[in-house]
Every structure is written in structure tokens, then in C-alpha cells.
């Protein structure tokens, strides 16, 4: 029987999150999901008088064409790809995945080029589109979050259909906040880090562009980061599982990185020049979002956390100048069930142990 509720977040999808209006062209990019959903976003473009044109995709076939990937066939590849996306005034993808390490054995190498040659057409969907990107529950996930496949999903729709709107007015106060921030810093077990947002622009994210949403991010000046921070949220990179991350930093760069897997952490670090400085600072506070699943979609919005992204900044919006095939969102959880810890803007306290203490902020606890 069909859930109204895929219906209910295909239009919001459709007519919050990317804003589709009369004539605007539609990439519907769908990835180990039910037909249902796929049809659900066709009919919420139609109704908004939009036209959708739809991409199916297999992960078991996506991994079998990178490891036989060859420089040939991905520029064109890419080079399709690229031309679809900027004839495209809109893009929504849904991911879903029976088997998140299904790419965990692809060489190294074969995914350093992919990603390569795929970075042109993110940019061109970040800076030149309307998007919204998001995971599509299944049985795997509720199992990586430790729940019911019934459960999971119950949890799903309620984090998705989120009502985001109402949470702007405190979203855009934070953002002012970190406009105006020149020095930050964060305390925690295992983290005592500093690092300056002077310059840069924040962007408040309340469910125009991830699904489920809930952060404000910026990124720090390059060559300023200085401390170590450790990381309490599991992760999964490139198909491979991560635990108990810690990043030390000097002038900005990654100079000593550890992990349960250190040697593919560093594999991964010396990806290019990039990938050892940080490309992104965000808060999150998804306050439906509690525990960590290895789902970064997910895990990034966590309730009292942050994430400190080594890699590829977003070029042309939060942006200083990192660039890097590399783009890894590492999440530090500071509710006290984690620890604890605190946030300071220029010697202000902004958020402890979780939780904002700035007036105008409560509404994001």
C-alpha cells in the first residue's frame, strides 16, 4: 500500500526545498530507491508545471563501471553529465543503499579519478541550481541506527518533514553571529581548537538544500587553525568504516591524524594538497537527530554537534580558496551524554554542552 507520506515530502521537495516553479527543468536523480518515489517527485514537478527529467541508478552497477573505470570513459561520463546539469534549473537526488561499503574495495586510485572528474558537475549543482539532495530509508540503515526497519522509517519522515521554516528566524540570527565572528573557540574532551572565520559568510540551511536539514556552515581561513580536535561520531568514507578520529593542526594544516584505521585515514589525507586543510565549519541541531548511524546526511544535523570537514570548500558561498577532490564531514557530538563541551565566538560563550545560550538562539535547542 502506498505511504502518503512519500507524496507529502516529494512536495516538499518539490515546492519548499528547490522552489520549482512553471517551465523550470528538473533533474531527478534517483539511486537504490522505490519506484514509488521516483513517481511521487514526477507528479509534485508536474503539478508545479515544471518538467522532470528523471535518472535511475544501481549502486551494484556503479561500483562494477569504477572499478574498470578508465580516463576515457569517465570525461564522457562527466562531460554528459555536465551538460544535463546546466540545462538543469533544479535537481533533487535521493539515495538510497542496501550496502553502505559496497564501494569499500574499488582501488584507490580508480576512485581518485572518478571523483575528479565528477567534482566539475558538483560545483555546477551547488553554484548554478536549485538542489536538494537526501537518503531514502531502508533495511541496512535502520540497522546502522539501531532500530526497527518500521521504526527507522517512522523516524525518517518525522526528521524529513521537519518544519523548517519555523526555525529560520533563529537559523539567520546564528548566521549573523558567525558573520561578525573573527576568532572561535571549542573545548571539549580531547579538543581544544582555534581558528578565525574573519572575512568569510556563513549560510543558514533550513531544508532548501539536505533533507534532513538543520545547520549553519562556514569555513575558517585557511592557514588559521591551530589545536587538535577529536571526534566522537563513527564515520564512513569512501566505503570504509572510521572510529575515535583525531586531528591535530598547525598554520591550518593536518600534521597528525589517528583514527581505528590510521594508515587508510592517511591514506586518504594525502589524497592531494587539499584534503590536510579544512574546507568546512557547521553547526548542527537537528533536535530530532540524537544518535550517529554512519550516515553523514544524518549524523551532520546531530543535536549539539559540529562538524570540521577536511577538504574542498564550497566554492563561490562559504569559500576560502581550499580546493581538494576531498570533501570528509567529521562530527564532534558536545551534548553532555558525549562529554560536553563549548563553543565561543571573540570570547563570547555561544553554546555549551549542546545547547545555545544566546537568547535569540533557544529556539535551535
Not at 571549542?186 to 581544544?192: A, L, N, R, S, V
Not at 591535530?248 to 586518504?268: P, V, Y
Request: aromatic fraction near 8%; glycine fraction near 8%.
Amino acid at each position: 500500500m502506498h505511504d502518503p507520506r512519500v507524496d507529502q515530502l516529494a512536495r516538499q521537495l518539490v515546492r519548499y526545498s528547490t522552489q520549482v516553479k512553471k517551465g523550470d527543468r528538473v533533474w531527478i536523480d534517483c539511486f537504490d530507491v522505490p519506484s514509488e518515489v521516483a513517481v511521487s517527485l514526477i507528479r509534485a514537478v508536474v503539478e508545479a508545471k515544471g518538467l522532470p527529467i528523471v535518472k535511475l541508478h544501481d549502486s551494484v552497477v556503479s561500483r562494477e563501471l569504477m572499478i574498470h573505470a578508465s580516463e576515457e570513459q569517465y570525461d564522457v561520463l562527466a562531460k554528459n553529465n555536465l551538460e544535463l546539469m546546466q540545462e538543469t534549473d533544479c535537481y533533487i537526488a535521493v539515495r538510497g543503499s542496501h550496502n553502505i561499503t559496497e564501494n569499500c574495495d574499488v582501488p584507490t586510485e580508480k576512485m581518485k579519478m572518478v571523483m575528479a572528474k565528477l567534482r566539475p558537475l558538483q560545483n555546477e549543482r551547488v553554484n548554478n541550481t536549485r538542489w536538494c539532495v537526501l537518503r531514502w530509508p531502508t533495511a541496512s540503515m535502520a540497522q546502522q541506527a539501531g532500530m526497527s526497519t518500521q521504526g527507522f522509517e517512522d523516524f525518517f519522515f518525522k526528521v524529513c518533514l521537519l518544519d523548517y521554516a519555523a526555525l529560520v528566524p533563529a537559523m539567520n540570527a546564528l548566521k549573523k553571529l558567525m558573520d561578525r565572528a573573527e576568532k572561535v573557540h571549542i573545548k571539549g574532551p580531547g579538543t581544544d581548537l582555534r581558528f578565525s572565520l574573519k572575512g568569510l559568510k556563513a549560510i543558514a540551511c533550513g531544508g532548501r538544500h539536505n533533507i534532513p536539514d538543520g545547520e549553519v556552515f562556514s569555513s575558517p581561513v585557511k592557514d588559521s587553525v591551530e589545536g587538535v580536535v577529536s571526534y566522537n561520531a563513527p564515520t564512513i568514507y569512501q566505503g570504509v568504516a572510521f572510529d575515535s578520529l583525531k586531528l591535530e593542526f598547525s598554520k591550518g594544516k593536518i600534521i597528525n591524524a589517528t583514527a581505528n584505521n590510521t594508515k587508510a585515514l592517511n591514506k586518504i589525507l594525502d589524497s592531494d594538497d587539499g584534503a590536510r586543510y579544512i574546507g568546512e565549519f557547521a553547526i548542527g541541531f537537528n533536535r530530532e537527530i540524537k544518535e550517529p548511524m554512519r550516515d553523514i546526511l544524518f549524523d551532520e544535523k546531530i543535536a549539539g554537534s559540529f562538524h570540521f570537514t577536511p577538504g574542498q570548500a564550497y566554492e563561490g558561498i562559504a569559500d576560502n580558496g581550499n580546493r581538494s577532490q576531498v570533501h570528509w564531514d567529521m562530527v564532534c557530538i558536545q551534548r553532555p551524554d558525549y562529554g560536553g563541551g563549548e563553543i565561543w565566538f571573540d570570547g563570547r560563550l555561544i553554546r555549551k554542552d549542546g545547547k545555545f545560550v544566546v537568547k535569540e538562539l533557544e529556539p535551535l535547542n
